[in-house]
């Protein structure tokens, strides 16, 4: 087994036909971007659009076209350009330092993108991808997935710094949302459950596997998301300044970065001191609270989920709301059979109104710590650098979110990040 | 239940003696020290001696005789002085300037110890101390002993500051060891186990509790910790420097902070150019490795567990063995009904040789993350901030170390330490 | 008198003309930059040459234009983004975030400069522009032409961080170079000495006013620059490791920063692992040195002054040499008379080779402190800003450089960096 | 000459007694501290009152008795132990871990001040001395006259950080004293002036030497120093939040360190929160400004001159006042003549209210970097490290303050800090 793995097709589409799929969801991503929009990185965890483009590309270079005979890359410095962390492939640009490119440009990346595409389909089409390759090639198009999401991500951080409030995609506002009612909780039986992905299940990262067993304690689960309207709740309840509710790591974050409220949140016309005179939202009342988002700007919704909280603060909510955060395992044996709902969106890019008995929208903290499986070992080659090695002082995120792509929000997915984490779109799930 | 909870009594003594017992140890352990050695903070995770004298003290004071009838406090600054991060208790002295409180002297600290021994004992005479009282007193002299331990840490770190290497005990050399043979394996049956500890049983912490039940995956755990002389060899064979051993913060930190071999270790006459005259061990081999201990600076010792490592190291170091870490469960499940060895002797401080089918002598690293137990609730009250808090992004160590008072290496007990800590005496025992 | 001033035309050109051609200087050093390169900040000193290019613009919207009855600025929002440093002015993008604004686009950014230019034209035409308001397009002009080195400076320095050595202009490698003799000096008379510019002489910046006295204690200045060849025998000699030839601040930057070379040189095929395979000069030797230019990658040549040196470098070379660096007193009384030589030339952005009794080429660091001369006082409104509040923890540099446009190297200018910068075209002249 | 030079005796003291008052001096002071007082160090740029006063010592014992045939250190640890900063003598303990040294003991450093004591003076009364040897003795005691004044500046910062505000020394309020009227000026006469020491003068360090030329522009310099009542005022009139009265150094400071009111100050039950119960004045209205002085804290005192204020605040100040700080040179001619004040007194270790025409007191920021005179040579051997090395980046302070010991406070010297450094008790004179 491999870093991804999967031992029946995941469609009747072509090899070549799902690979070209997601590469043009990536180029649609970014077809609204500006050469400009493509260079900046905005803080050392995120990268420039045009990175990603490049470093996916890269990926099915080195892993695919890597393995078939007498392949010579066009563009030998792109390997130390766009390797992102595989330390068995050789030194990489440092990473603090990837907004710091602008040569290759923007469009001989697309070219590059081109040129590999065209070489994929040909080994494939001529039969020149052995099984292994085959593996990569699929662990490939998911790992490009998951930087779909990223680029997504980083890009709202970066948009988030220019005080005019660019819009990614423009959207309408929804009409009005009836406010959720009292929350409602499912039994979790006590007992073992089986937790993890199959071989047999379709693609899956290692970090997903093995199957195993697991007991569970017994408990509720919640049915739906914290809302936004709770988290407000939350805040005029003194949430922000109560350390009682936190974790002393949690305390120590809110008031190291000032935290008051959940990330790109902002009270209007309180500490507006420091904008330029177009970039407040027009319209918006004193004191209202706004959210920067791929949309623009926005008054915050009461029905939406609550997103860009940290694990911390995720747990402080829980501890105010008497309650917990579920385990990962709790979450994958009550979650089992519900609605994947409210993925990406390329027209919209932001959370629906939150409904029962759904996953997506928002990534979901869980109280889970970010181990191995029993029985996870770290592969051979540069491929078993994938999830491995980040398996320390990481919390498990389950779910998925409005930024996520059509497929990867499942049951038995691990996302993680650490606790401080805020600029991924990130709410939670309350369990008891 | 309380964060510390007892409901038979430890033993015959009367609490009044216990309490006594608790407090002489700490005085025969300090009683070796400057007023001088008492003083500085080396780092501000450790402490001075004369804080962690007053601290517990103080903690005497305020949870046991704070519910006194009548009882006022003749010191009332000492509350704010040496209040460790109680946030309930109201504000405090800011951790990393525990240094710079040179009044109240040694001196007055002594006489704090003394008038409040008086005091507790009194209202123990007196009957004045209600169950609650007398549940926080034992939770107190609990408290007072892992003090102990983190003294001796925190000495052994500050005194590693000064180049003449002072001695806080001298000790002969052990007699010269058989190295131990080959390491034996002992099988963990897959099933479900019973971890924790019980009310019944005796004094638990509340992250101890409750008992419940785990599945373990099964598995071998060794029988005995890996040996100083065995990390040399993962050190020969390049173990600093080789990515693919290391979890990515792992080798991060290496980098960060040029990890060579465990803490306190030193390679003679080869980077001895920036010290006295006086400091180096005579007759030591050029080349030879020292270590830095409360003995004074000795040659390191092949059969002794190897100690001082980070949980980032032990990790690696499984991993170029071809194993892991145990599980908290695994190794709870497994170690139950093993010797409990090596605690602390005041005489010596410092690990014997590996033995057996013991636990003791250095923490073990265990890979699992600092989490609460299944139905953990922080309590109410100050007291309610012992553990609970700090339950994100620390790694749990088991067993018990040269340094643990007699009576806390229990099969149950939960240590926790973030994961790049060197200072406390930190080994490893494998698992596969 | 004002921050800039001039009280007869520098030329017979009109004020437009004059203008236009400062204005098009910069959009000819443009124009060789693709949009990516422009984006980037490399460091917080430095900015993207877009910010650059609108901050420019910006300059003389709001000082000349601000001053026009009737004007209404197009983009009120690019007075918060592109104002650098202004208080009086209002709020502005926090220095260290100048790299994370891609809108507005580059290309919006010329249509900025294109309408400013044609408002200014315009105002001009119409007499528009008050007697006050030429002296700050006066000012404007010179301003921009500050920024035009800028420009390059901080290009080099985000050019150097990829590793595949772009090049910014191609240039022929010079005709061999017979290495300059001997170090010349030149008496300096003990005296009074006038320094200073005064307002009769053509512009001139505030901090180069008034005129005024100071006594020279007499010594001897060098004819010439220190060469690059003569920095190689400084290094041969243990200038980088010997810490009695620096200042204490100095020796701390050496360790710091592990200088061991000045800025952009490199041993080429010693430490070259972490390079991509295409990055390092083709046909150097090993062991060579290169150094990255505007030109990209070349070897170093010893007929060249010596640039990108700090403060302490030179100050530490000096002591080297038995001599010091000269005062900027000292130097503006000798230098008065000599050639200004090697100015900005597009097409070439590297210095030549030294000559006698010229200055140009890199800029001198002095002994001088930056300070205000006797009278100085800082002005009325956000001009005032432009030099006065820098007059602290600052070290003169005198002459100009191979970026500096025509015009602005000249004998009373003073420039000023802080002691351990290295990215400003920064060599030495010795004294003694 | 030397770093310290004198060719007539200051005195008609013999060598040996000067060298005994001067130590007896340092005891004194030291005689009022507990063990535990002498140990931290507060912050890298403060050492400990133990380091002082071995530091001291060793010094004697380095360039006097290391002269002396035959002398053999008892305690060659020592010289690496503390040492300060004279690279030429070796390795040192590292300047921020000297607060880490707790052996040897406070007694063992007495011991240590003793022996070397009684063999300086076996060395004088044998004529073991060397010319240059009795050069070196009174650098000696000049030298440990700084520390003097460093030791209780930096005894003050570590009892500011004792919520308990310990006193050094007790002291009665002063009677009531007349505020002064307004500020009186002398003119500072155009034309060219000597500076300098000069050295038939008495002792003077290198720094102040040689005796030279300067052109004094003319102005006006204040017969008294700035008070505290008109440093209210400044603060009263927004001093603290004006950025156009700052340099742009010094407003990042103020932003940065939060500044608001000198260090030490502090306003009464408006932040109190964080204090332990027995800690604020008592008496003291709420809203008062207090400020801690080695008195205890006390009522700000409005005729006293205002101290512990950076080179940023006072030159805000002067900026504020429509006036500017005097350059050193402006300084030394106008105050030579001038009474010399408010030395210290051990007894009372605070200034007294400014008077008219006289320097001491507090020492006050020049206008001037500080820089060598010119004709100043760096000397050979380690003794050339006392001033030049510093000779970067420090503001000039003159005068000297009533920590200052008897005979330091002179016309020539010249004292040096950063900008921003408030510990040393530094205030300011007004010039326009």
């Known amino acids: 087994m491999t870093a991804g793995s999967v031992t029946t097709a995941p469609s009747a589409q072509s090899d070549a036909e799902r690979f070209l799929d997601v590469r043009r969801m990536t180029d649609l991503l970014a077809s609204r971007l500006s050469v400009e929009d493509q260079i900046p990185q905005s803080m050392t965890p995120a990268s420039p659009a045009a990175w990603h483009r490049a470093h996916t590309t890269w990926f099915f270079e080195e892993f695919v076209l890597g393995r078939v005979p007498g392949y010579v890359s066009p563009e030998p410095n792109f390997r130390f350009l766009f390797n992102s962390y595989y330390e068995a492939v050789g030194p990489r640009q440092p990473r603090p330092q990837r907004g710091l490119i602008t040569r290759p440009s923007v469009a001989e990346i697309g070219d590059f993108r081109a040129r590999i595409d065209a070489a994929v389909v040909e080994a494939l089409d001529a039969g020149n991808v052995d099984e292994r390759g085959l593996e990569l ?26 005080p005019t409030d660019p819009v990614y995609v423009a959207r309408d506002a929804d009409p009005a949302h009836v406010a959720p009612g009292e929350m409602d909780w499912l039994a979790v039986v006590e007992g073992v459950a089986q937790i993890g992905a199959d071989s047999g299940d379709g693609f899956s990262y290692d970090n997903e596997r093995p199957r195993h067993r697991v007991w569970l304690p017994g408990g509720e689960i919640a049915t739906r998301q914290v809302t936004v309207g709770e988290w407000k709740q939350f805040m005029a309840d003194g949430g922000y300044s109560r350390p009682e509710l936190w ?21 209007e016309n309180e500490d507006g001191e420091d904008r330029p005179p177009g970039a407040a939202g027009a319209g918006v009342e004193d004191g209202e609270w706004t959210a920067f988002t791929l949309n623009g700007r926005r008054p915050v919704v009461d029905a939406e989920p609550v997103m860009h909280v940290s694990f911390y603060e995720a747990d402080a909510y829980a501890r105010w709301a008497g309650a ?34 759904a996953i997506g929208g928002v990534w979901e903290w869980t109280a889970s710590a970010y181990l191995p499986y029993p029985g996870f070992v770290t592969e051979e080659g540069a491929a078993g650098e994938y999830n491995g090695k980040f398996m320390s002082d990481q919390h498990i995120l389950r779910g998925g979110s409005a930024l996520t792509p059509a497929g990867h929000t499942r049951h038995t997915y691990r996302n993680f990040f650490p606790a401080a984490s805020r600029w991924a779109a990130t709410g939670l799930r309350l369990a008891r």
Chains 1, 2, 3, 4 share one sequence.
């Open 137 to 162: 090639l699929e662990l490939g198009c998911n790992h490009e997935q998951q930087h779909q999401e990223l680029m997504l991500m980083d890009l709202k951080h970066l948009f988030s710094h220019n």
């Open 247 to 267: 974790l002393s790591d949690g305390w120590a974050a809110v008031q190291a970065f000032d935290w008051d409220a959940p990330g790109y949140w902002r009270r």
């Open 324 to 357: 917990r955060l579920p385990t990962e395992f709790e979450w994958e044996a009550a979650t089992t059979g519900w609605d994947v709902r409210d993925e990406l969106d390329p027209a919209r890019c932001h959370p629906r109104a939150v409904s029962e008995r």
